[in-house]
T-cell receptor, first 114, second 112 residues
Framework: AAGVIQSPRHLIKEKRETATLKCYPIPRHDTVYWYQQGPGQDPQFLIS???????DKGSIPDRFSAQQFSDYHSELNMSSLELGDSALYFC?????????????FGPGTRLTVT | GENVEQHPSTLSVQEGDSAVIKCTYS??????FPWYKQELGKGPQLIID?????GEKKDQRIAVTLNKTAKHFSLHITETQPEDSAVYFC???????????FGRGTQLTVWP
């Protein structure tokens, strides 16, 4: 079965640079969630989109922005990167039409800021 | 917001034994409780879930129980195998908006 696709899988950036992470949800899923996971920590919710509209916002820094496009893929844009932004970034998708309960996670993007 | 606590943080069992991981949540409005297995360098994999209108659910060697009154849910793995070794996260879905609140994780090690 098709899964959530994330690119790139690994990204190395320097402080103050920008980064763009991409997420392609499972086909026919209409909702995308972004989570950040620090080393040895649990995933923390950043932001979500349903039908291309922002549906919920968590602890996402103002330096980060995201959107969902007409084909339902989503991009997380991160500017003025800081050392503390180094983490795993996961995208998850679900289908609200099926009550939207199950969230399926992608393999993640490992961001390293040096 | 929701607060999910998970215990234990580490769990070591012998192959063939059972493993139990427990979680509590704070928001009585939470209505969905998934469990994820995360292997090193991989994304969390949904292994089982339970909704608030159900008390127990089983899928082969894995079962989850929910006590809404006590705001407590548990993961039970029977006949553990070395490939069950991973970090397990419980989570709660607090509202119709869908965000998940995770526990801190349990590192399960199954010794052959």
């Amino acid at each position: 079965a098709a899964g959530v696709i994330q690119s790139p899988r690994h990204l190395i950036k320097e402080k103050r640079e920008t980064a763009t992470l991409k997420c392609y949800p499972i086909p026919r899923h209409d909702t995308v969630y972004w989570y950040q996971q620090g080393p040895g920590q649990d995933p923390q919710f950043l932001i979500s989109f349903y039908e291309k509209m922002q549906s919920d916002k968590g602890s996402i820094p103002d330096r980060f922005s995201a959107q969902q496009f007409s084909d339902y893929h989503s991009e997380l844009n991160m500017s003025s990167l800081e050392l503390g932004d180094s983490a795993l970034y996961f995208c998850a998708s679900s289908k609200m039409g099926d009550s939207g309960y199950e969230q399926y996670f992608g393999p993640g993007t490992r961001l390293t800021v040096t | 917001g929701e607060n999910v606590e998970q215990h234990p943080s580490t769990l070591s069992v012998q192959e063939g034994d059972s493993a139990v991981i427990k979680c509590t949540y704070s928001d009585s409005a939470s209505n969905y409780f998934p469990w994820y297995k995360q292997e090193l360098g991989k994304g969390p994999q949904l292994i089982i879930d339970i909704r608030s209108n159900v008390g127990e659910k089983k899928d082969q060697r894995i079962a989850v129980t929910l006590n809404k009154t006590a705001k407590h849910f548990s993961l039970h793995i029977t006949e553990t195998q070395p490939e069950d070794s991973a970090v397990y996260f419980c989570a709660a879905r607090g509202s119709t908006l869908g965000r998940l609140y995770f526990g801190r994780g349990t590192q399960l090690t199954v010794w052959p």
